[in-house]
């Protein structure tokens, strides 16, 4: 149990590995997506990490998430691969697609992977970073878990968020690491600030007259919008095709919403993706040469009113291993929400009333 | 010589080859650039058609563009390659990029061909359409000719509009063919804008005060804006570091402006990548698929005040048909500068003096 303010990882690995154990997970999966998810706590992505883990338990009891899948590869060449995710936890075909397009890249030059039949799987980084870290650029997609915007210029919810992400080596303590969602706001975040009871910015959601949407509690009644307008909305529709349609998986009105339906299978598509510099000649000059740019951008002077220039995944690496060594922080309803948990699995809870 | 309001795209491929020979482009290599150019408006990428010969002529008769170039492949595997261009016109050495992709798609899934050395290609539009219409999914990317943009938050201009774009085939008369720069406007629409003595709308530029800029007379004294702001800047970034360092091609402060300066080469760095649905199980069907998503956005409700809900690619084939049988409508401004450029060339202008 957990005292004052802080879990450590291996308490909240442990705790949330057994609240996953408790709904059927067997054993070696649940400490593998249980070490994932707290990885995405660890690495500041809180609106993907252990904050999910009603929303995971509520799919395993409900049936809608199958606790005993087994992942298999459907097809491959030496370059690509589709998964079969056998609509497990997300976490555990997208970690194998990553590694099996990190294998490929460095046999092929490139890996691509994709998956069907997945769910919800926490934030893409998850699925970049460790391409970064190999010395090879990554990139990840994939078709949200809900569908919470219309086309543009409609009003029918056929795309979720459709996050996409990215990352190259550097030889700095941080690689590049960028995470987005084809929204403005990611629904994560606004859930978040729903939590906290703060009001959204204008920007961020439209309801069906049009007008800004700023309150929270009423997202359900409105639209989030795309970046750029009718950009975001092709960015997303590529997602939709290159993670959903070229999977054999959900996209437009098949979308399940993973939240309200916790027992329809999802058939949630994502890709992953690795490139190994070897094979474009640049090889471990690559990350030199990213450097060598990103410090020109971070030695440029900020517009008025600007904190230093910073790039994608700047910090992280440092704030990451002062969590692994000091112990993760949570939000105080998240710390009352997983003692809930833990009381509904019959598991230890992981805080004590005082920290809860 | 035209006469009145069209010409053909024939006479208009023909006397951009001619211009371009003029200045020492072998003529098998002209014929390809100019039909590659004439495409690029039979297509609607006015801002990167034709409207482009004063800058090509101009790089090569200056020397910063090598008129006889080598393409060579540099390195490749089964499913990547890197292609030389050996500093030619851009069009040369991405077009070989693309069917090399489509080529090593069809053997391995995917096909990632990078190119170093190149030079300013037109629309990405013309290096992902071909793979949609045979069946396959397209992508690809440069960085920016010229840099314009600082990162968010700073005041140097270290990155291009660094645009990308992407294919997939449908079902219907127009594929999936989405092309967008990472900022808000490109640098061609403001050109054109220019031209056309227009202002812009608020949201496309900035000053270095910080405030709207409009007058396109004033680009040079401004930043474009990146779309979604600290999103457009990282997929700008991502742009430079698959397009520009993997493939050892210039990113950041050693992006060479082409447009004011015509005696350095620009290195410039694309890639075009092809992936194939036969790979990932979905082979034929793919084109259903992603026809039935369409279907259902383009029958949403219009917001109100928006016309009908239309897909990236909508209506392009129709045009284009049309631009093919009855001609090409340049506006007057670009008919004037096209006479003008054939006089410097010693070629017979394409239009006749009432026509320009």
């Known amino acids: 149990m957990a005292d004052g303010e802080t879990i450590s990882a291996n308490e909240l690995n442990a705790f949330v590995a057994k609240a996953l154990s408790s709904k059927g997970v067997p054993e070696e999966d649940a400490a593998k997506v249980a070490s994932l998810m707290v990885e995405a706590d660890i690495y500041g992505y809180g609106t993907h990490g252990v904050f999910r883990l009603r929303q995971y338990l509520a799919r395993l009891s409900g049936g809608g998430c199958n606790a005993t899948p087994s992942i298999t590869v459907a097809q491959e060449t030496v370059a690509t691969a589709v998964i079969d995710g056998d609509n497990g936890l997300g976490h555990l075909a997208m970690a194998a697609a990553r590694d099996l397009a990190i294998n490929k890249a460095r046999k092929a030059g490139i890996g691509w992977v994709g998956v069907r039949n997945g769910n919800h799987a926490g934030p893409l980084a998850l699925y970049v970073r460790p391409q970064a870290e190999a010395g090879l650029l990554g990139m990840a997609a994939a078709v949200g878990s809900a569908n919470h915007v219309p086309p543009f210029g409609g009003t029918d919810l056929l795309l979720g968020t459709n996050p996409i992400a990215f990352s190259a080596p550097t ?26 009871g703060k009001q959204m910015p204008e920007g961020w959601m439209i309801g069906r007259d ?23 909305f092709g960015l997303s529709v590529v997602v939709g095709l290159m993670a959903g349609v070229l999977n054999g ?23 992953v993706m690795a490139l190994d510099p070897a094979a474009f000649g640049i090889g471990d000059g690559f990350g030199a040469e990213a450097s060598r740019v990103f410090d020109e951008m971070r030695a440029s002077k900020p517009l008025p009113g600007h904190d230093a220039v910073r790039m994608p995944g700047d910090g992280k690496t440092m704030v990451a291993d002062d969590r692994r060594r000091r112990g993760l922080n949570l939000n105080p309803s998240l710390k009352a929400d997983l003692n809930r948990l833990a009381k509904d699995c019959g598991v230890a809870p992981p805080f004590s009333d005082g920290a809860a």
């Not at 800004?212 to 795309?226: I, N, V």
């Not at 998986?249 to 058939?267: H, L, M, R």
């Open 210 to 232: 049009g007008q800004p949407l700023t309150d929270p509690a009423r997202k359900s009644e409105g639209y989030l919008l795309p970046i750029g307008g009718p950009k975001g």
């Open 249 to 271: 998986a959900a996209f437009g009105a098949d979308v399940v919403d993973f939240t309200s339906d916790t027992t329809s299978p999802t058939n949630t598509g994502q890709f």
């Open 171 to 196: 030889d700095g303590p941080d690689p590049f690491v960028f995470d987005m969602a084809t929204t403005v706001a990611a629904m994560g975040k606004i859930k978040t600030l729903h939590q906290q």
